[in-house]
């Protein structure tokens, strides 16, 4: 999977089409990720029997890897990902459209 959590993507299909926001987590079994206020549903729980009362929750549910791209801290622009190897031997992605490394802000906070 081409997208890690923390990447900047907007959603290009479904309901929220056209929004960007920051992936909070990627599920690469299951090819999807879960990008912050984007595909936001709606959770009724009943009460249960020790006290803990009934309540309406809003989260954000996965998904699909196909639906997103990642926009490009370069060029600002929703890009496709390609991978190249470096003269040290280590796997880097790049930009498509300005042909710019992407770097993972993960990594480069440490």
């Known amino acids: 999977m081409k997208i890690v959590s923390s990447d900047t993507v ?10 960007t926001g920051k992936v909070m987590r990627a599920l690469p079994k299951t090819d999807q990720v879960v990008v912050e206020k984007v595909n936001i549903v709606t959770k009724h729980i009943k ?6 009362p009934g309540q309406i929750v809003k989260f954000e549910k996965p998904i699909n890897v196909s639906n997103v791209k990642i926009v490009c801290p370069n060029c ?10 470096l003269e040290n031997g280590k796997k880097a992605r790049f930009c498509k459209k300005c042909n710019e490394g992407i770097i993972n802000p993960k990594i480069s906070k440490k």
Do not use: H, L, N
């Open 10 to 19: 907007q959603i290009i299909a479904g309901k929220d089409k056209g929004k």
């Open 47 to 52: 009460k249960r029997a020790d006290g803990t």
């Open 76 to 85: 600002k622009k929703p890009a496709r990902v390609g991978y190249r190897i």
